[in-house]
């Protein structure tokens, strides 16, 4: 330890402290509130139980947790096949304007209200819609619960796609050019410079953009709230209701509690993946 | 439907704040002037409200401030548990099951007729009530939940809500989540097929039918989610309170199916409930729901939201004598359902249609 040690302790304590009272407490919290019984009627009931963490491990609840998850997995990686190339056009290229355009045009999405761009979607794509005939692009019809998860994951998308690209502007604009420039001039072809140098290199960002927008998905609420038509929905509304609704707290903490576990499982699995992927990482 | 007009508003808010004065709301040199936070319900409720409470303010100089439920009313029982004692509302606007709930976690103040002389116009039967008898609601509206659907959207007329099974209805049955209505929709669906309360199992059963038929297009928790639903005409048949059913009615032809042969209407009252607080803030609060319970007043509220007033004195609106019942008419056609067990259940139902609706509906 050195002598400027205690200095930084003193300079991250006030971070730490809040840390601790505004999210360990709070979790903490959840997860002994989880172990109570519901009682109906009872704000602080007594005693103490597994049965609401076994009522969720029943396979039918598995359809939630595997469904949100689901929604998860599939909208992240549209953010990032969809916000890679937006991200290396505007850290890239030589044409301020178009740069200041994919900026204004991604900073503008993050900017607007979220009820307003769900909204937006619900009227131009929704059953009434003047474009509902969307749906039979899927061959479906706008009434069916199958194009109203189509519309959730379009609601996800307009959610994580600005924050997906922003993460990944940065990690584009610190990749050396001089580095592709090397490989080309040894006369590898364009393909390979992308996979065998900037992806390397890059994957760290885009695994950080895959987690940001991932975390963002699977937390989100008021998406399948107004966009799945009751038909659609996410633990986070299953949590809702029972904590809202039903005031069935305990069984809403379990929720919670088992969407935390399998997030920081998820995670973990991920950067673990890749770390072992990517052996430079090991040590990063 | 009668519109609540300037001219109409002027005329009732004279003849209400007149009848108010003289019928026991006069202040006296002692009632000092109080700040109350009132729980409404959006759309037609809170718009009535804030013009009512216009010419209150100016009459008692009690000042009203607003805030609306969000969800289903039961979701302000949760939000007030972790608060309790400190809870910064004095009236609640709700009904029946969650006044019931409230009265179980013993959060309401009783009200009486010697303190809140427009009570004596309000049927006994309306008013929820404790273990001891006292009167623990202040009932203003009485209200229904049937099933119903938009004429210029449907090609027959409906009879029987076992029509709702055939392939026209495909995706257009707006439903609302079984904790909203305290699971009326359970119990309707029960009793098609036989079945009550506590025979709910018929209920489940047709509902899967509707449900793997792909019948139901949309699941609501709201009034305004209802009422969206129905007036987009993305779905065109629904079951939901008549609160909800007189704002797509306004626009739109609409039959609302109170008198079917093989079904009931559901009846339930609305009103304030007042929270336990101060001596003072508890007086002010007695002072504003008796406000609304005189006569004129009570017809006043009643008549945008489409509700049958509660005072005896008050006439309720022409659009609405289509869907309540004549005396002779209620053992018929109307139902009132047990909602203290039905509060008890819901927890129960809810967790079903999580595991045995939700994924039906997906497929």
């Known amino acids: 330890m050195t002598a400027g040690a205690p200095r930084s302790w003193g300079l991250v304590a006030p971070a730490l402290l809040l840390l601790v009272v505004g999210l360990v407490c709070p979790l903490v919290y959840l997860a002994r509130e989880s172990l109570h019984p519901f009682v109906d009627g009872r704000a602080l009931p007594t005693g103490w139980t597994v049965t609401n963490y076994a009522e969720l491990l029943r396979p039918a609840y598995a359809f939630y947790f595997f469904d949100t998850l689901r929604f998860g997995l599939v909208v992240s990686a549209l953010a990032l096949a969809l916000g890679t190339p937006l991200a290396w056009i505007a850290a890239r290229t030589a044409r301020s304007a178009l740069r200041r355009a994919i900026l204004g045009l991604l900073i503008g999405l993050l900017f607007t209200n979220l009820v307003a761009r769900l909204y937006a979607i619900l009227v131009t794509y929704g059953t009434t819609g003047p474009f509902s005939g969307f749906a039979r692009l899927f061959g479906l019809s706008a009434a069916s619960p199958g194009f109203a998860a189509i519309l959730v994951g379009i609601g996800l998308l307009h959610f994580v796609l600005p924050v997906a690209a922003l993460t990944l502007i940065g990690t584009f604009q610190n990749l050396n050019p001089r580095l592709e420039e090397a490989a080309s001039s040894l006369g590898a072809p364009r393909w390979r410079v992308a996979l065998g140098i900037l992806l390397p290199l890059a994957a760290p960002g885009l695994i950080s953009a895959f987690l940001i927008t991932f975390a963002m998905c699977i937390s989100n609420f008021v998406v399948p709230l107004l966009l799945g038509r009751g038909v659609v929905l996410f633990t986070t509304n299953l949590m809702y209701v029972r904590i809202t609704e039903i005031a069935n707290y305990p069984s809403g903490a379990a929720i919670g509690i088992i969407m935390l576990v399998l997030v920081f499982a998820i995670v973990y699995g991920l950067s673990a993946l890749a770390r072992r992927l990517l052996p430079g990482e090991a040590t990063s | ?363």
Request: charged share 25%; with cysteine; net charge neutral.
């Open chain 2, 1 to 363: 439907m009668m519109p609540l007009d300037r001219r109409r508003f002027l005329v009732g808010s004279g003849l209400g704040a007149t009848a108010a004065l003289l019928g026991g709301a006069r202040l006296t040199p002692a009632q000092a002037a109080e700040q109350l936070m009132v729980v409404q319900w959006g759309a037609a409720w809170i718009d009535v409200s804030r013009k009512i409470v216009e010419t209150y303010t100016k009459e008692t100089g009690d000042k009203i401030a607003w805030e609306l439920h969000a969800g289903g009313a039961m979701a302000i029982v949760a939000k007030i548990r972790p608060q309790w004692p400190n809870v910064g509302y004095n009236l609640i606007s709700a009904w029946d099951p969650v006044f019931q709930a409230m009265i179980k976690e013993d959060w309401l103040e009783p009200v009486s007729l010697d303190e809140m002389p427009a009570l004596k116009d309000i049927p006994p039967a309306f008013f929820q009530k404790d273990a001891a008898g006292r009167l623990m609601s202040v009932p203003l509206s009485t209200s229904g939940a049937f099933w119903g659907y938009r004429e210029d959207l449907v090609d027959k007329p409906i009879e029987s809500v076992e029509q709702l099974l055939e392939p026209r209805f495909k995706g257009k049955l707006c439903v609302p989540y079984p904790v909203n209505l305290t699971g009326l929709l359970m119990l309707t669906l029960a009793m098609q097929r036989g079945g009550n309360e506590r025979n709910i199992e018929p209920g489940w059963a047709l509902l899967k039918e509707l449900a793997q038929r792909g019948q139901i297009g949309r699941v609501i928790n709201n009034n305004s989610e209802f009422i969206n639903a129905m007036s987009s005409g993305e779905t065109s048949v629904a079951f939901f309170n008549i609160g909800a059913w007189t704002q797509v009615r306004k626009n739109f032809p609409t039959k609302i199916l109170s008198r079917l042969a093989d079904n009931r209407g559901f009846l339930f009252n609305e009103g304030f409930a007042i929270v336990k607080s101060d001596k003072d803030k508890v007086a002010a609060s007695k002072r504003f729901a008796n406000y609304f319970a005189t006569p004129a007043i009570n017809e006043m509220y009643n008549l945008p939201l489409g509700e049958g007033p509660t005072n005896s004195k008050a006439k309720p609106g022409d659009d609405i004598a289509d869907v309540f019942y004549k005396p002779d008419e209620l053992a018929r056609y109307a139902y009132i359902a047990d909602f203290a067990y039905m509060a008890s259940q819901v927890d129960l139902w809810a967790k079903r249609w999580e595991t045995e609706i939700t994924p039906l509906l997906r497929t």
